[in-house]
């Protein structure tokens, strides 16, 4: 399903919702400024159904399963070798302080 979108810019919503391209957004507690949107839409449908599709585009590419998958396995791939690269200092902390 395809929709356009009208969003406050609060937070990471800017990180989806492109401002002209996969939606359209406005300044936090604007009523007025999110019906202003609402109508741009209803009275410009073909804008509309080109902020939808690329819309629907960017999420199926960043936010796909796999791809959410392949981010999380780098995460903790990436914070295991920082805690191999702790252990392995704290092994040649632990024999200097015997050796001394």
Same mark, same amino acid.
């Given at each position: 399903?395809?929709?356009?979108? $009208?969003?406050?810019?609060?937070?990471?919503?800017?990180?989806? $919702?492109?401002?002209?391209? @996969? /939606? !359209? *957004?406005? +300044?936090?507690?604007?009523?007025?400024?999110?019906?202003?949107?609402? %109508?741009? *839409?209803?009275?410009?449908?073909?804008? /509309? &159904? &080109?902020?939808?599709?690329?819309?629907? &585009? *960017?999420? #199926?590419?960043?936010?796909? +399963?796999? @791809?959410? !998958?392949?981010?999380?396995?780098? %995460?903790?791939? /990436?914070? +295991?070798? #920082? %805690? +191999? $690269?702790?252990?392995? %200092?704290?092994?040649?902390? !632990? #024999?200097? /302080?015997?050796?001394?």
């Amino acid at each position: 399903m395809e929709k356009p979108v $009208v969003a406050s810019n609060v937070g990471a919503v800017s990180e989806v $919702v492109i401002q002209g391209e @996969t /939606g !359209l *957004l406005v +300044l936090p507690r604007d009523p007025g400024a999110v019906a202003e949107q609402i %109508l741009l *839409l209803m009275k410009d449908r073909d804008f /509309g &159904r &080109r902020l939808a599709k690329s819309g629907r &585009r *960017l999420v #199926e590419e960043r936010y796909s +399963l796999a @791809t959410m !998958l392949d981010r999380v396995e780098a %995460l903790y791939k /990436g914070v +295991l070798a #920082e %805690l +191999l $690269v702790c252990a392995n %200092l704290l092994d040649w902390w !632990l #024999e200097i /302080g015997a050796a001394i």
